[in-house]
């Protein structure tokens, strides 16, 4: 199995500018999630889909943030324009369904300058 | 907001060494589920403990659940190299299933 794809897996970029976070859950996986980690927040849930459809968005810091799922397969993040304070680490996790395990992706780091 | 804060933050030991890492909560979860992360990598599930009370063993680790389901420790027995990493403890709360992860303990054995 190829476990959640994640892309690209290191991004630096200048501030202002717009960046986008890729996924790929799990074949099969039902609900999908977006992480950021942070030495100074830890983990924190951005938001999570299931069946394609955003559940809870509350962890999206503002709105220069938004998360899409257009289909079963793929999911992006999106920070338009970015800051230096976005710099961390966002992971996506896949599940099942509802309630099972989630398995993560190896991360995308972000660097704003 | 429900926080989970673990201790220590960081752990340094040799060896052989036994050791606890603790995760606590004024909230109530679900269940709660212990990860452990390698640099450069997501964060993968060791352990998910329901039941007040509950204890599971994995090899050398060991995992228990606090009766009022607030807390949870786990203890590593006989530490090796292979153990270092950043444990996370991820309270579980709601019908979505939830996760709110602790602050982390950076665990290194050497030898």
Same mark, same amino acid.
């Given at each position: 199995d190829a476990g959640v794809i994640q892309s690209p897996r290191h991004e630096v970029t200048e501030m202002g500018q717009e960046v986008t976070l890729r996924c790929k859950p799990i074949s099969g996986h039902n609900s999908l999630f977006w992480y950021r980690q942070t030495m100074m927040r830890g983990l924190e849930l951005l938001i999570y889909f299931n069946n394609n459809v955003p559940i809870d968005d509350s962890g999206m810091p503002e709105d220069r943030f938004s998360a899409k799922m257009p289909n079963a397969s793929f999911s992006t993040l999106k920070i338009q324009p970015s800051e230096p304070r976005d710099s961390a680490v966002y992971f996506c996790a896949s599940s099942l369904n509802r309630g099972d395990e989630q398995y993560f992706g190896p991360g995308t780091r972000l660097t704003v300058t | 907001t429900q926080l989970l804060e673990q201790s220590p933050q960081f752990l340094s030991i040799q060896e052989g060494e036994n050791l606890t890492v603790y995760c606590n909560s004024s909230s109530v979860f679900s269940s709660l589920q212990w990860y452990r992360q390698e640099p450069g990598e997501g964060p993968v599930l060791l352990v +998910?403990?329901?039941?007040?009370?509950?204890?599971?063993?994995?090899?050398?680790?060991?995992?228990?659940?606090?009766?009022?389901?607030?807390?949870?420790?786990?203890?590593?027995?006989?530490?090796?190299?292979?153990? +270092?990493?950043?444990?996370?403890?991820?309270?579980?709360?709601? +019908?979505?299933?939830?996760? +709110?992860?602790g602050t982390g303990t950076r665990l290194q054995v050497t030898l």
């Open positions: - | +998910t403990v329901v039941t007040g009370g509950e204890v599971k063993k994995l090899k050398r680790l060991t995992f228990q659940f606090g009766d009022a389901r607030k807390d949870s420790s786990l203890h590593i027995t006989a530490a090796q190299p292979g153990d +270092t990493g950043l444990y996370l403890c991820a309270g579980v709360s709601g +019908t979505a299933s939830k996760l +709110t992860f």
